[in-house]
């Protein structure tokens, strides 16, 4: 192997580590840009709220597209996959949000009022 293709190897193997470190370091979804939701999420999941829903719910999905990136921070159960645990929980559709340990319902989504309905039973403010 003369110089010049020792060189482009070298520069090849180079490239391939910083290619597959890059890639790491983005899966675990840490260096995210942070979303606009993302203090509000959190918040919302620090003081126990959690979704419940359906992956072929309309209404969860759009729930969901309003957070965004930030739904990542939303502690949220699937219903289908954990029917006895939603029906011990009072589910009856879809979203529903539980509030911490309370009886606090929100069920439903519009756009207009679910998210101010979870600001203002949680005391976090939406940005």
Known sequence: ???????????????????VVFAALNVDGKN????????????????????????WCAHCKEQKAVLGDSFRFIKYIECPDNIQFCINKGIKGYPTWLI?????QIEGFDKNKTMKELSEATGCPLP
């Open 100 to 104: 911490g340990t309370s009886t606090k």
């Open 32 to 55: 995210k840009t942070p979303g606009l939701y993302d203090t509000f999420a959190q918040c919302l999941t620090d003081k126990g709220a959690v979704m419940y829903g359906a992956e």
């Open 1 to 19: 192997m003369n110089k010049q293709n020792k060189i482009i190897t070298g520069i090849a193997v180079i490239l391939c580590l910083f290619i």
